[in-house]
């Protein structure tokens, strides 16, 4: 049974740093581009950040040199570092496996998704 369950979330202050975990069972995490979504209230669902079974990573330009995707094949885990939040980075950010490298940072691409986990900056 596929699985994706992410940790990390909580609140911080603006200019602050928090590190989400995605951890899969049922399949290998390097066998398929994951990624990290957010959704804020009464917005749409937005691509964060990608990194694929080649280990080539994207980003949404709203975090560019802020955010930061990696994978580690060992624990099957796959990581996004944000630092320097703002308060619009607040949102439930969300975790998916099976999307398409060619529209990475496509939500209706993937195919699985964990249950979120929420992350609110504020001073």
């Known amino acids: 049974q596929v699985q994706l369950v992410e940790s990390g979330g909580g609140l911080v202050q603006p200019g602050g740093s928090l590190r989400l975990s995605c951890a899969a069972s049922?399949?290998?995490?390097?066998?398929?581009?994951i990624g990290w979504f957010r959704q804020a209230p009464g917005k749409q669902r937005e691509g964060v950040s990608s990194?694929?079974?080649?280990?080539?990573?994207y980003y949404g330009d709203s975090v560019k040199g802020r955010f930061t995707v990696s994978r580690d094949n060992a624990k099957n885990t796959v990581y996004l570092q944000m630092n320097n939040l703002k308060p619009e980075d607040t949102a439930v950010y969300y975790c998916?496996?099976?999307?398409?490298?060619?529209?990475?940072?496509?939500?209706?691409?993937?195919?699985?998704w964990g249950q979120g986990t929420q992350v609110t900056v504020s001073p």
């Open positions: 998916a496996a099976g999307g398409s490298s060619r529209y990475p940072l496509n939500p209706h691409t993937y195919d699985y």
């Open positions: 049922g399949f290998g995490l390097d066998y398929y581009p």
């Open positions: 990194i694929d079974s080649d280990t080539m990573t």
